[in-house]
Every structure is written in structure tokens, then in C-alpha cells.
């Protein structure tokens, strides 16, 4: 009954909200790093998990590691740099940049596979 309502909703919803949990956690990685505690510890910890669950309805509908682990994988790492420019005001490469654009362009291409 709840796997089945679970997949009731498109796992590109699923997907979404695992990178976006899972960004949050890297944003505390960071903060753990500028200031080690281990309460970040635990929170990150937790926070992952909740990543974690939230991947396991995306893949249980999908079905396929190959596209859905890679489209997870190219969500969070654009998320990642973004939050390392825009709030810790990290730079990227020229390369950088136009890793991004390709990462973001595979995205396309593997929803549509």
C-alpha cells in the first residue's frame, strides 16, 4: 500500500527532493568544516538518511541505476557548486563552467531516455 502510493508520484519529484536534502547536507559539511562540532555531525548524518529515503521511491519507479543514479548524481553536483558560489563565495574554472553546462544538458538527455 505505502510503495504503491509512493509511486504514485513521478520520480523526477523524488529525485528532486533527494538532491535538494542532500545539498542541504553538503551545506552543512561545509559548515562543519569552517567550524567542526559534533551536533553538525549528527545533523548531517540525519539529514543525509532523509536524503537517502527520499532516493528509494526514484529509483524504485524507474527502475534503472544508469539513468536515474547519473541524473541524481549531475542534479546535486550543479546544486553543490551553486551553493559554493552563491553562499560561500567559492569560484569555478572556465572548465568548471562548462562541466556545468554538460551536466545539465546530460539531464535532459537522460529523462528523455
Not at 532523509?50 to 548524481?73: D, H, R
Request: aromatic letters at 14%; zero cysteines.
Amino acid at each position: 500500500m505505502i510503495l504503491k502510493s509512493l509511486s504514485s508520484v513521478n520520480y523526477i519529484v523524488w529525485l528532486l527532493l533527494s538532491v535538494l536534502v542532500t545539498m542541504y547536507g553538503d551545506y552543512l559539511s561545509k559548515k562543519f568544516a569552517l567550524s567542526p562540532s559534533w551536533r553538525y555531525v549528527v545533523i548531517i548524518s540525519i539529514v543525509y538518511a532523509i536524503g537517502t529515503l527520499f532516493w528509494l521511491p526514484a529509483i524504485l519507479q524507474k527502475n534503472e541505476l544508469s539513468i536515474v543514479g547519473a541524473m541524481w548524481a549531475v542534479m546535486l553536483y550543479v546544486g553543490i557548486v551553486s551553493i559554493g558560489l552563491i553562499i560561500f563565495k567559492e569560484t569555478v574554472s572556465s572548465f568548471g563552467i562548462l562541466g556545468i553546462i554538460l551536466g545539465l544538458i546530460s539531464i535532459i538527455f537522460l529523462s528523455l531516455a
